[in-house]
């Protein structure tokens, strides 16, 4: 599999009457058997707030060296589809149980996601390749 890009971001409100803002989006836009997919995970941002105490995640920035960061919500859509063959290829996600949503991320190892994102970055390709 073959990563070419991950970010997140929050989600702002686009009308005054919905709920939005309550919102991050995750999106990874990979290669797998040979096909382009762009998996987006769209979750509740509260759960980023319940995670130290719900689980091994600690800290919501993985990496800032002042020019680059890398935040939680950067790797939810890759960590989820390195993590669980059956989101491979789905464009959409939604979590709205933060049981279900820390169960996703349970064995995750952030520091390897962390290096991923940063190769894309740094490669002359654009893209890193993932051995799932």
Known sequence: MYIYNC???????AQSNTSEDFFN?????????GQKYVTSVL???????QLPEMSE???????DNGDE?????D???????INNPSYRGRKRIYI?????????????????????ARGI?????????VTI
Do not use: C, M, P, W
Not at 7 to 13: C, N, W
Not at 43 to 49: A, G, N, P, W
Not at 121 to 129: A, G, N
């Open 7 to 13: 970010h997140g971001y929050e989600l702002v409100k």
């Open 25 to 33: 989006r995750s999106e990874v836009e990979y290669e797998y058997n």
């Open 43 to 49: 979750y509740v941002r509260f759960f980023e707030e």
């Open 57 to 63: 995640v600690k800290t919501t920035v993985f990496y």
């Open 69 to 73: 960061s890398i935040y939680f919500r």
């Open 75 to 81: 790797l939810v859509a890759l960590a989820f589809i």
């Open 96 to 116: 709205n149980e933060i049981n279900e949503f820390v169960n996703e991320l349970k064995g995750v190892d952030f520091d390897q996601l962390v290096g991923y």
């Open 121 to 129: 970055k740094q490669s002359t390709s654009k893209r890193v390749e």
